[in-house]
């Protein structure tokens, strides 16, 4: 080095940040910067393969399922007597409001057996109940 100290930082630019490498030297601390969690979600999601062949992981029983797109004049009572007759038993259904009680046309149906949140989804997702 054949530069001093006060030349070093005289040559700088003023309006540098200090501190600007924290994420470099984050990475060195935590190590080599792996995948994101969101790039680590879509891996787990995609269909694995043993040996050249896919294996199909079956999806994990749902109890519990999100309703939306509703009418306004829809309610709990409508909600459950669709689904305990369709469906199953349910243990609540929860129906969401505005500041104004006016129905946002979001519910949340939770079923008493577990795999009955994934039938009602196979049977109702992308469908109009109504025929409205």
């Known amino acids: 080095m054949d530069?001093?100290?006060?030349?070093?930082?005289?040559?700088?630019?003023k309006n540098a940040r200090r501190g600007s490498?924290?994420?470099?030297?984050?990475?060195?601390?935590?190590?080599?910067?792996g995948?994101?969690?969101?790039?680590r979600a879509r891996a787990a999601a995609t269909t694995p393969v043993v040996n050249g062949t896919k294996v199909t992981v079956a999806p994990q029983p749902a109890d519990k399922i999100i309703v939306s797109n509703l009418p306004q004049d829809v309610n709990e009572t409508q909600i459950k007597e669709l689904f305990h007759s369709t469906v199953g038993p349910l243990?609540?259904?929860?129906?969401?409001?505005?500041?104004?009680?006016?129905?946002?046309?979001?519910a949340a149906v939770h079923f008493q057996k577990k795999g009955d949140g994934t039938k009602a989804y196979q049977q109702y997702n992308n469908r109009l109940i109504d025929g409205s």
């Open 3 to 13: 530069k001093s100290l006060d030349e070093i930082i005289a040559t700088r630019p």
């Open 21 to 33: 490498r924290r994420g470099s030297a984050r990475v060195q601390i935590l190590g080599t910067a």
């Open 35 to 39: 995948p994101s969690p969101v790039a």
């Open 91 to 106: 243990r609540e259904v929860t129906l969401h409001y505005d500041s104004a009680g006016r129905s946002k046309g979001v």
